[in-house]
């Protein structure tokens, strides 16, 4: 007599599962409620387990995390700094692969970054949002791109108190201009749990050697908003691909950043420190037309790319399974590269590589089907599928 089966375990079965460091054949993902038990053959998976077949010549991977995503499905997050649109926009992104993210806010009023600070605090955690990531207020004028420049400050001491909230968010980061802020302020963010990243920057490398050494981790959206790099002027590029202690997210678009340097970043600093991002619109996952306004200004989406009225480039239209498609056709990094940049190295950045970026036992359910030409098929986040428009189904028949 066959057991009965158990609606909070399942087995997702595929071709191919790539568990965040290795490849696994005709094999099957076991998960019990929202944590994965472990991956087993597929001719091993138990009678009880409810089954879910991903579609001949599809993969399995850990979900994607996305690091910078200002808004989707419509919503801006500087137009709705709620907690409701945080959780909307995560599920704006679901269906291309993300799982988890943080939503991002950009340089805008002292009232509203704190606003959005307390919002998140009600959040993070739930609904695939992992924390907030706020994209200023303390950044270079120079490199301002489509950032009002009214609303961009210089860094104080005292700063530190009303951004410590930051530090008492899930996952926080604050992506800052480092030549504007003063000696000790990185250093004090960092004390309070809050990540670090330069961006928006004309930081040489002197400047950005002292903030590694204060406690920065990060460098946002390398090659954009940021000067060039020379043979005698390294700076912020040149710094975070020589420095291991950098993880750098990148735009891949095919628009921000050239294959050719895409392909050197991965080079210099291998997948483990390159982050996928996004940089997304609302005018990802929106139907119907795709302009929008950002403060103030309009935005329009022209051949892939999304810019203000004076041609300057406002985010991306970018979602996270089009960024590894476009890590692999354009910049031809391998496949298992460009999963583990919108995955495991996310996560490690985060301090959650326990938890998610990998499919191992123990680590949350969250996970991504793709085709072979790496279309979404589904998507499980904390082990509950989320159903992707048109896609086929997965669940076998009882």
């Known amino acids: 007599m066959a057991a009965p089966i158990d609606n909070a375990r399942k087995a997702i079965l595929a071709d191919r599962i790539f568990d965040g460091l290795r490849w696994h054949d005709h094999a099957a993902v076991l998960v019990h409620d929202s944590v994965i038990e472990r991956i087993v053959d597929r001719d091993a998976v138990p009678d009880s387990f409810l089954q879910h077949r991903i579609p001949a010549s599809g993969l399995l991977a850990p979900g994607f995390i996305d690091l910078q995503v200002n808004g989707g499905g419509g919503i801006l997050l500087n137009d709705d700094p709620s907690a409701d649109a945080m959780a909307a926009i995560a599920r704006a992104h679901r269906a291309f692969g993300t799982t988890s993210c943080l939503p991002t806010f950009i340089t805008d009023t002292l009232e509203k970054t704190k606003a959005v600070i307390a919002a998140a605090k009600s959040v993070a955690g739930r609904h ?150 996004t940089d997304a619109m609302p005018s990802v996952g929106r139907a119907g037309e795709a302009d929008f306004e950002l403060l103030g200004t309009r935005v329009h989406l022209q051949d892939g790319a999304l810019r203000g009225d004076d041609g300057t480039l ?85």
Request: aromatic residues 4%.
């Open 128 to 277: 695939g949002v992992l924390g907030l990531h706020l994209e200023g207020p303390f950044i270079n004028p120079a490199r301002a791109g489509i950032h009002r420049r009214e609303h961009i400050a210089v860094a104080d001491l005292r700063d530190v108190e009303w951004l410590s909230q930051l530090g008492k968010i899930g996952r926080s980061l604050i992506t800052l201009a480092p030549e504007r802020v003063p000696d000790g302020f990185i250093r004090e963010l960092v004390a309070r749990g809050i990540r670090v990243a330069a961006g928006h920057s004309e930081a040489g490398a002197a400047d950005m050697q002292r903030a590694v050494r204060d406690g920065l981790t990060g460098v946002t959206h390398l090659f954009n908003a940021m000067p060039p790099m020379s043979g005698r002027s390294p700076g912020i590029i040149g710094t975070a691909l020589g420095e291991p202690r950098l993880t750098a997210g990148l735009i891949v678009d095919g628009i921000h950043v050239d294959p050719v340097s895409v392909r050197a970043a991965f080079a210099a600093k291998g997948a483990d420190a390159i982050a996928l991002v």
């Open 314 to 398: 406002a985010g991306a239209h970018l979602d996270m399974a089009s960024a590894v498609r476009n890590a692999v056709r354009l910049a031809h990094i391998s496949l298992e590269d460009a999963l583990r940049s919108a995955s495991s190295t996310p996560a490690h950045f985060l301090g959650l590589e326990r938890e998610r970026g990998h499919l191992a036992a123990g680590a949350c359910a969250d996970l991504v089907a793709l085709t072979d030409d790496l279309q979404v098929l589904a998507v499980w986040t904390e082990g509950s599928e989320f159903i992707v428009p048109d896609a086929p189904p997965t669940r076998l028949p009882k």
